[in-house]
């Protein structure tokens, strides 16, 4: 069998990596993701239109998780005549339902941008209609247990611990009597994240491992610690009568955020002021979220204590567009957690647009904030920041919590790589080689000297490489 290497290949996004199986006539392929690139809108649109291969040879995908880098281009495969299984986890394929939808919409109101400002006519990559038959392919199953993908090839899921739902996937590959096993990482989360479990690094052992090495030059802070200045955020703006501004990415860091909250306000360590999640995409989010406990941390308090863990007195999640904007006209302090991460697009621009001038009131920041976006520019404490066309002069004061990362850093990879090789000797296999993707080429390079200097083989796969397994 071989692999080849598609997408965050020595990049970030566009996660797909294709399994070939066999020769000839008998041959499979099956892929491992298929997200959607993303960057400059120009480069990544001629980008994502490139099928990773011709898609009748395609006889089965497989999923790690739902964010877009890894899920994003599932639609386009089905728009352009996909007809086989999507496997995934259930709770992957319930988030896939909205996220993919949101999706679909912005790539609809961009053509539609386009075609009005700029008369350029470009098809949208997907449209709703294709989103929807996505679902429609999707097979969501449980960790840890092996299902059949293809002739030759059965796969199964452990937990990752990077948002709800994640997975590393396990593939065993049967050629003849050959029979060999592949593990993708696919994104690996951290100890301690609120909600979801901690990584389990898979116990199957393997010949080959695809890694993702996003962090693979540093260490992040504690995810303990950035629950302390959590609560002292709320505690210190709460006291000076201001607003909690937080922009967060709709899907994951909005309910850790939420859930949180939840805990410092039972164990008493913030007042009770309201809080407001102000996104649609995040009400949906939670919803599912809600549907999945199966996927929750039985080790946390919270999750073995509370029924549910996203709605108590203090939370209300608005719904459309008018009861954002009355929260302007409200007095006292308040939290508004809402879309987009780093500031771009959303609800959080009315916010910002209406409180970055108040001294009294906070913006948090809690995800990596991109070059070039609003988020940046309030990291960097700019005097003024450009929103709807205005300069808006910025004296709220700004707080950067570093801790919620939802990817492993260095150790995290590091120790994770370790036993899933220790667990290969004990079966005695060798050492696998390791090829590592999803990381910019500073992360990459670093991360490869400590593997080699750890015993481990490994290479840094571009776009287009094969390797045989
Ligand atoms: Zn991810
Ligand atoms: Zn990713």
């Known amino acids: ?14 996660s797909c990596h294709i399994l070939r199986v066999g020769s000839g006539s008998t041959q499979r392929t ?18 994502n239109k490139r099928l990773p291969v011709p898609i009748d040879d ?3 995908v497989i999923l790690s998780h739902a964010h877009i880098d890894h899920a994003g281009r599932l639609p386009y495969l089905v728009a352009r005549g996909y007809t086989g299984t999507i496997w995934a986890t259930a709770a992957t394929r319930d988030l896939c339902a909205i996220m993919l939808a949101d999706s679909a919409h912005i790539q609809e109101k961009d053509a539609e941008y386009l075609a009005r400002h700029r008369d350029e006519i470009i098809e949208p990559l997907y449209r709703m209609e294709d989103a929807t ?8 199953m449980p960790y840890n247990k092996w299902f059949d993908v293809t002739d ?31 593990i993708f990482s696919g994104d690996i989360g951290r100890a301690g994240l609120p909600i979801i479990r901690d990584p389990a690094p898979p116990e199957d052992g393997a010949d080959v491992i695809i890694c993702e090495s996003t962090y693979g030059n540093r260490d992040h802070e504690s995810v303990e610690g950035a629950r302390d ?47 407001y999640i102000d996104s649609p995409l995040a009400t949906n989010a939670t919803a599912v979220f809600a549907m999945h406990p199966e996927a929750y941390d039985q080790n946390e308090e919270l999750v073995r204590r509370s029924p549910n863990l996203f709605d108590f007195p203090m939370v209300s999640f608005t719904r459309d567009v008018s009861e954002s904007k009355r929260l302007n006209s409200m007095h006292g302090p308040m939290i508004i957690i809402a879309a987009s991460g780093m500031a771009e697009s959303g609800r959080i621009l009315h916010h910002l647009h209406y409180g970055a001038s108040d001294p009294r009131n906070t913006i948090l920041i809690v995800g990596f904030q991109a070059e070039h976006t609003l988020g940046r520019r309030i990291v960097e404490q700019r005097p003024t920041l450009r929103i709807f066309g205005d300069e808006v002069p910025l004296t709220a004061e700004v707080e950067v ?43 990459q390079e670093a991360f490869a000297t400590q593997l080699r200097g750890d015993g481990f083989r490994t290479e840094i796969p571009a776009a287009g ?4 397994v």
């Open 1 to 14: 069998m071989q692999i080849e290497f598609f997408g965050a290949a020595q990049e970030v996004t566009g």
């Open 30 to 47: 099956v892929l491992l993701d298929c997200g959607m690139f993303q960057g400059k809108r120009s480069e990544s649109r001629e980008k």
């Open 58 to 60: 395609i006889d089965a």
């Open 133 to 140: 038959r996505t679902q429609e392919r999707m097979v969501g």
């Open 152 to 182: 030759g090839v059965r796969a199964r899921f452990t937990e990752a611990g990077h948002i709800l739902g994640s997975a590393s996937v396990v593939v065993e590959v049967r050629e003849g009597e050959r029979l060999k096993r592949i």
């Open 229 to 275: 200045q959590l609560a002292k955020v709320v505690r210190d703006t709460a006291a000076r009568g201001g607003r909690i501004l937080i922009p967060a990415f709709a899907v994951g860091r909005t309910q850790e955020l939420v859930y949180d909250l939840h805990t410092l306000r039972r164990d008493g360590k913030i007042p009770e002021i309201p809080i």
């Open 401 to 443: 919590l570093n801790g919620y990362s939802a990817h492993a850093d260095r150790s995290g990879l590091l120790s994770w790589l370790r036993d899933v090789r220790r667990h290969g000797e004990r079966d005695g296999r060798g050492t696998p080689t390791v090829y590592l993707v999803h990381g910019e080429h500073s992360a």
């Open 465 to 468: 490489t094969v390797v045989p």
